[in-house]
């Protein structure tokens, strides 16, 4: 075997180490996530009779009627978290079809942990006060989803079905499905329960989505000039296979030293950009990188979680 192909073979495995030692950064950062969105709904929300809104606040409203109206008893264990699981599993099946298999794993692992998490946590008040609950919990358990959501993973429920209608509908936008569905729920519950739960439940899904939005910065669209010489053909193809990105490119000529490079064109999410960086980085240490944040984009576009 040759030195080259020796070097090859180190670089291929030292890539290969980076990308999971990655990959394993992003689950773990996912759990934590997982527990804090957890602690945020069973220390804040459960106590104080809120309704979370979307899929978890539909499975909330569920376990009350089972406890109001059938009269079952689940002792300290809030079983809206697994009724969630349950709900789920059909979400999954079109996550795995639609969205990839990498995408699919981590959000089952991510729900995973989110249910026992919310089973372990007793729910059990650190406030008394609503409205202090109502704040607390909704940047505590919203930070959490930010966390998730920036680890290239999700919560499962809305934000899967959101994803998966962004891929039939491009100008589709995930927070006008969740403000429909919570429209519906809060409705449902304006007339099954107490007026102030509802508006309290209001306010702390509002804290919630804010405190999310903060976290999660996925969607703050960027985009990325790529000046190099080297050969292109394979950083393409895996910016296309690991980030499901496009790339417009022309060929170019340096004014000065009149060598002829090549100019790749990237829009992407601003969570996307440092695993484009590692990308690049691979093929050519010395790529010209220029990244602009916050630019408006319309037309063919697709907006990730």
């Known amino acids: 075997m040759s030195g080259h192909e020796k070097n090859e073979k180190s670089e291929s495995r030292q890539s290969t180490t980076q990308e999971l030692t990655e990959e394993g950064r992003k689950v773990l950062g996912s759990f934590l996530g997982a527990f804090l969105y957890a602690a945020g709904i069973n220390l804040f929300a459960v106590p104080a009779g809120l309704y979370t809104g979307g899929v978890m606040g539909i499975c909330q409203v569920i ?31 079109l996550a795995y079809k639609r969205l990839g298999r990498k995408f699919f794993f981590k959000t089952l692992a991510t729900v995973t942990a989110s249910t026992f998490f919310l089973s372990l946590i007793p729910a059990a008040a650190l406030v008394q006060d609503t409205m202090a609950a109502c704040v607390v919990g909704g940047i505590v358990s919203g930070a959490g989803v930010g966390i998730i959501l920036r680890m290239g993973s999700s919560g499962g429920g809305m934000d899967v079905i959101g994803v998966l209608l962004i891929k039939r509908k491009r100008d589709f936008s995930v ?6 569905v919570n429209l519906v729920l809060y409705g449902a519950c304006f007339f099954l329960f107490d007026v102030g739960i509802v508006v309290y439940s209001v306010i702390f899904a509002a804290v919630y989505s804010v405190a999310m939005d903060r976290v999660h910065i996925q969607n703050i669209n960027v985009e990325v000039n790529i ?79």
Do not use: C
Request: proline letters at 1%.
């Open 63 to 93: 376990r009350t009627l089972l406890m109001e109206y059938l009269h079952l008893d689940f002792g300290q264990v809030d079983i809206a978290g697994i009724i969630y699981y349950v709900v789920n599993i059909p979400i999954f099946l």
């Open 175 to 180: 927070g006008r499905l969740g403000l429909l």
């Open 227 to 305: 000046i190099t010489k080297a050969d292109t053909a394979q950083l393409e193809r895996e910016v296309f296979e690991e980030l499901g990105r496009g790339i417009t490119k022309w060929d170019a000529l340096g004014a000065y030293t009149h060598e002829k490079s090549h100019v790749l064109y990237v829009m992407l999410s601003k969570y996307e950009v440092n695993r484009l960086r590692a990308i690049v980085h691979k093929y050519d240490e010395q790529a010209f990188i220029v990244v602009n944040e916050g630019v408006s984009v319309d037309g063919n576009y697709l907006k990730k979680l």
